[in-house]
């Protein structure tokens, strides 16, 4: 329940505040900015760019119309949701007849758990093409030029922006060309072709922030996932006492 009631919704009867986090680096000021976070969609993001060439300061921010809902959080809550739905389920006056009952629901609501942990703990694994065609890339005003790519991503308890810059492969450097696959942070290097243009990322830029709610929902998932064990570790040994009366 406290899982869950971190992941609160602005439908579900109460408004849902928007909190702003300041993305940050050790080391390094290239890439900085300010996100908006309101329940599962990111509904601002306000981020400065120093391109290593020229010193360039480049800034974006979202269209006021737009909102980008992170699926990781989206996906986590209904998890949380349906392993409670699990346990609620029957009648409040509702009997166990056996052990292996309260082991089989056990399993069912640490499976919800344990998805709502990995959603949370392990993000997409992304090519470059696919970042490069996400709605994401048509959040922004101004627009994003062609040699800039961005991903937002949910990892533990952060919230992470990552920004991709491309230079354009000439035709005589693409002897060896070889596209780079999935991955959650690609490194300078990185090839591949989109809209019969091949690049190479030149610079990457990792900023994060964290978000103690999510902090917070990665406790009690452990903790529930602990509570569960403990139940299903004492039925077991009951369940063996009984399957070793001698008549």
């Known amino acids: 329940q406290e899982a869950s009631h971190?992941?609160?919704?602005?439908?579900?009867?109460?408004?849902?505040?928007?909190?702003?986090?300041v993305l940050?680096?050790?080391?390094?000021?290239?890439v900085k900015g300010v996100l908006t976070l309101q329940g599962d969609a990111l509904c601002q993001a306000d981020v400065n760019l120093k391109m290593p060439r020229n010193n360039q300061l480049l800034h974006f921010a979202f269209r006021e119309d737009k909102q980008w809902k992170l699926q990781q959080i989206q996906d986590a809550r209904n998890h949380v949701n349906q392993a409670i739905y699990l346990l609620m389920n029957r009648d409040v006056n509702y009997q166990f007849k056996t052990g292996s009952e309260v082991l089989k629901l056990?399993?069912?609501?640490?499976?919800?758990?344990?998805?709502?942990?990995?959603?949370?703990?392990t993000p997409a694994t992304l090519t470059?093409?696919?970042i490069a065609s996400s709605g994401?890339?048509?959040?922004?005003?101004p627009a994003l030029p062609p040699d800039i790519l961005v991903n937002f991503y949910i990892n533990l308890n952060k919230l992470c922006l990552t920004v991709y810059q491309l230079h354009v492969l000439q035709p005589s450097t693409t002897k060896n060309f070889k596209p780079a696959g999935g991955s959650i942070l690609h490194n300078p290097g990185?090839?591949?072709e989109f809209g019969s243009q091949r690049y190479e990322v030149s610079h990457v830029h990792k900023v994060e922030c964290v978000v103690p709610w999510l902090n917070d929902a990665l406790v009690f998932f452990t903790v529930s996932l602990q509570l569960c064990q403990q139940l299903k570790d004492k039925i077991s040994v009951f369940s063996s006492y009984w399957n070793y009366r001698p008549y």
Not at 6 to 21: H, I, K
Not at 24 to 30: E, H, K
Not at 136 to 141: G, R, Y
Request: aromatic letters at 8%.
């Open 106 to 121: 056990m399993d069912a609501v640490m499976l919800q758990l344990s998805r709502a942990r990995n959603r949370l703990t």
């Open 24 to 30: 940050s680096t050790s080391g390094t000021d290239q």
């Open 6 to 21: 971190r992941f609160a919704l602005p439908s579900s009867g109460a408004a849902v505040r928007q909190e702003n986090f």
């Open 136 to 141: 994401l890339t048509k959040m922004f005003t």
């Open 190 to 192: 990185a090839m591949f």
């Open 128 to 130: 470059l093409p696919e």
